[in-house]
């Protein structure tokens, strides 16, 4: 009953380095996705996929890289981490077609970045 | 982007009293979403709305779907400590658009004894 997993949970990064946020998924969801939550405001989409192989950019994707290699997986990356980019951040996951607003989400990853 | 702004930002209540929270948008709606955020964990989906008008209830809660479609309800009728969390609002503009989901800033629910 593992739904939407996260890997790690919490990191701490210094100014400039690079790391890379696993997210996995067993219902078999075509559509996965990388939100930001920070204080006071509404999580906020880094980028999306919908289906193997393809990516897209959302609100705010500066900073970012995603892949879809496999349907089950969807990996954030920073390639050079800067300090505004502290945050929690949530991989969900939703079907295909016309119910895709129902997100299942992850757990978290508590980033810090100094 | 577009922010949804819920309210009460925060709220504290006794166990068996009733909740009642709200979101707004500047912009029209075809879904609302309501999902709850325990600490340490991911938003949980409570409620999904389609209609203008429409009220839909999960257990103890009660969802409204505005007839502006600009704003949605969210009630939780005699809490209890596990209603401690924070709560969600979500408005997609168009069905089958999830990649435009905007989010509200969240209404933090204290349950004391």
């Known amino acids: 009953n593992a739904g939407v997993t996260q890997t790690p949970k919490f990191r701490v990064l210094k100014t400039g380095q690079s790391m890379t946020l696993l997210c996995a998924q067993d219902?078999?969801?075509?559509?996965m996705y990388w939100y930001r939550q920070d204080p006071g405001m509404g999580l906020r989409l880094i980028h999306y996929?919908?289906?193997?192989?393809?990516?897209a950019k959302g609100e705010v994707p500066d900073g970012y890289n995603v892949s879809r290699l496999k349907k089950q997986n969807f990996l954030l990356g920073l390639e050079s981490a800067a300090p505004s980019q502290t945050s929690v951040y949530f991989c969900a996951s939703s079907y295909g077609g016309v119910t895709n607003e129902k997100l299942f989400f992850g757990s978290g990853t508590q980033l810090s970045v100094l | 982007g577009q922010q949804l702004n819920q309210s009460p930002q925060s709220m504290f209540i006794q166990e068996g009293e009733d909740v009642s929270m709200n979101c707004t948008s500047s912009s029209i709606f075809n879904t609302w979403l309501w999902y709850k955020q325990d600490p340490g964990e991911g938003p949980v989906l409570l409620i999904a709305?389609?209609?203008?008008?429409e009220l839909t209830s999960n257990g103890r809660l009660t969802a409204q779907f505005g007839i502006t479609r600009k704003d949605s309800f969210l009630n939780i009728s005699a809490s209890i400590p596990s209603d401690v969390g924070i709560y969600f609002c979500?408005?997609?503009?168009?069905?089958?658009?999830?990649?435009?989901?905007?989010f509200g800033t969240g209404t933090r629910l204290q349950v004391t004894l």
């Open positions: 979500a408005g997609q503009p168009h069905t089958g658009t999830a990649s435009k989901l905007t």
């Open positions: 219902m078999n969801h075509e559509y």
């Open positions: 709305l389609y209609k203008a008008g």
């Open positions: 996929s919908v289906g193997e192989g393809t990516t």
